[in-house]
């Protein structure tokens, strides 16, 4: 069973267009954190939400934390080839518990020049 | 960059060989992870560490063992690789459980 689910998988855009990620689940997290992985690197943190309906920006990018802090989502405005790549998010605290954290699958994003 | 080095960072063994992955920091942070990334399944975590000689296991631990002798060490064993072996390793680093992790770079392991 996955705990984190991510939609959607594939993503193939092109330049200047906006779009969505969602990482959605059944249970509360105290926190989620959003990573971006580009081909051959680890994964690079973006930002973590911990407050139930936060909002943070990081210049074009847009997180938002669920008001029951089950699902969070990712939204670019005017992407760019080099928002290419795969966007993970992570979860913490699952349960309420002090348990690792726990991943999606990940959204695979391809923004065409 | 955070200092985290993984070696090595390609490699190709035999079924039923042991194999060592080390990852080592130089952020003196205290949890220490090894994962393994698939495609269809993501980041999957192994073992983890807290703190000098005390690891746990993760998600997916069979066939695997972990070593921390040292704060900046954290070494993967595969005592007996197998072809499902097969896979992408990153070792994580993070101050805190659950705060940011710092990946290295990913070992690449075929086992052939």
């Known amino acids: 069973t996955q705990l984190l689910e991510q939609s959607p998988q594939f993503l193939s855009i092109q330049e200047g267009e906006n779009l969505t990620v969602y990482c959605n689940s059944s249970s509360v997290f105290s926190s989620l954190q959003w990573y971006r992985q580009e081909p051959g690197e680890g994964p690079v943190l973006l930002v973590t939400v911990v407050t139930g309906g936060e909002v943070k920006k990081l210049k074009r990018l847009t997180f938002q934390f669920g008001d029951a802090r089950k699902d969070s989502s990712l939204h670019i405005t005017a992407a760019q080839p080099g928002d290419t790549g795969l966007y993970l998010c992570?979860?913490?605290?699952?349960?309420?518990?002090?348990?690792?954290?726990?991943f999606g699958k990940g959204t695979k994003l391809s923004v065409k020049p | 960059d955070a200092g985290i080095t993984q070696s090595p960072r390609h490699k190709v063994t035999e079924t039923g060989t042991p194999v060592t992955l080390r990852c080592h920091q130089t952020e003196n942070h205290r949890y220490m992870y090894w994962y393994r990334q698939d495609p269809g399944h993501g980041l999957r975590l192994i073992h983890y560490s807290y703190g000098v000689k005390d690891t746990d296991k993760g998600e997916v631990s069979d066939g695997y063992s972990v070593s921390r002798s040292k704060t900046e060490d954290f070494l993967l064993t595969l005592e007996s690789a197998t072809s499902s072996q097969t896979s992408v390793y990153f070792c994580?680093?993070?101050?805190?459980?659950?705060?940011?992790?710092?990946f290295g770079q990913g070992t690449r392991l075929t086992v052939v």
């Open positions: 994580a680093i993070s101050e805190g459980l659950n705060t940011e992790a710092f």
């Open positions: 992570a979860g913490a605290g699952y349960g309420g518990s002090q348990g690792n954290l726990i």
